[in-house]
Structure formats: C-alpha cells, structure tokens
C-alpha cells in the first residue's frame, strides 16, 4: 500500500511539474510551414548534366598554364621551379659537410665576442674607479678603444657569417645560440 502512495505521489508531481505553455505538436508544424513558405528559395542549382560535354576541357585549353605562388620569388613561377626552389633549400649531402663548420666558425666568433664584451666591461670599470691612478685609467681608455673596434670588427664578421648561410639557403640553427650583438641589428 506504501509503494502505492508512493507512485501516485511521482505520478502527481511529474504532471505537476510539466509546462503548462508547451506548444502541441500540431502548432509547431503549421510554424515550421509558414517558415518554409517565407524562406527564400534558391536560385539556381547547377549539376553536371547542366553543362555542354566539352565546357569544361575547352575552357582548361584556353586557360593559362599553371603557375604556383612562390614566396622566395615573390610571385608565380612554374611547378618545375618550385621545385627546384625547395630542393635548393634542403641540407643535402653535398652541403651537409659544411654544417660543421659554420658550427665551429660561429662558435669561434660568439666567444671572442663574450671576451671582447668582457674586457670592455673591465675597462670601463677601471675607468670609472677614481682610486686608480690616472695612468691607469689612461691606459685602460686607450684599450677600451681598441676593445671597441675589436667589437665592431667580431659583429660584422658575424653578419658575413649570417649572410654566407643565407646565401647558400643553409638552416639558421647551424649558427644558435646567437651572440649579443650591439653595433649589429639581429
């Protein structure tokens, strides 16, 4: 007798709690078919059998030759220069051997970039010390000189070093980590 009580309540609360607003399905297809009525319908649609059997071969013999946007150009070149673009790029086995020394090379040149930087740093020290005599920071503004154009010097052999890998289409990761460069826009 319980579980009947109980059911009866589910029942009364479920009927209880239903939408009083719920439209009938009846409503909703006369919506939906005023809807269709008002959209607009399609102009045109076209199909294969809507076109002449040779349009389209006539029109792909009339048209161009086929050319394909190059970003190293700058424009359209052919499917064989596209090509020959990319495999210009690629590490091969012909310009794989030089990998090692651009690698040895930037190496050399990052270092004696930090020692010159260093040096400078040193310098500059010194000169700013005023319990050194003045010899010494006399001297030590002669070698900062030098320590400078040491520096200038070391950032345009990077920027030939840069250049070179670029002209010969070479990956820029041979030359990382890049040095902190001053004189030289990155």
């Known amino acids: 007798m319980a579980r009947c009580g109980l059911l009866s309540a589910a029942i009364l609360l479920g009927l ?3 939408p009083t607003s719920a439209q009938s399905l009846g409503d909703l297809a006369r919506q939906e078919e005023a809807r269709r009525v008002s959209a607009k319908k399609a102009v045109k649609t076209l199909s294969n059998s809507d076109l002449a059997a040779g349009a389209i071969e006539q029109r792909a013999e009339r048209g161009e030759p086929s050319c394909y946007m190059s970003k ?3 424009g ?15 590490v091969t086995k012909q310009n794989a051997p030089l990998e090692q020394l651009f690698r040895a090379e930037a190496e050399s040149i990052r270092s004696q970039i930090q020692q010159t930087l ?3 740093t040193t310098f500059e020290s010194v000169i700013i010390n005023r319990t050194r005599s003045a010899g010494d920071r006399t001297a030590a503004e002669a070698s900062l000189a030098r320590a400078r154009q040491r520096l200038a010097s070391l950032e345009r052999n990077w920027e030939k070093l840069t250049k070179a890998l670029a002209n010969q289409g ?12 001053t004189t030289i826009k990155q």
Do not use: F, Y
């Open 16 to 18: 209880t709690a239903a």
């Open 118 to 120: 260093d040096a400078i």
């Open 170 to 181: 070479l990956p820029h990761k041979w030359i990382e980590p890049l040095p902190t460069l």
């Open 76 to 90: 359209c070149v052919s499917g064989e220069q596209l090509v020959a673009n990319s495999i210009a790029g690629a």
């Open 72 to 74: 190293s150009e700058g």
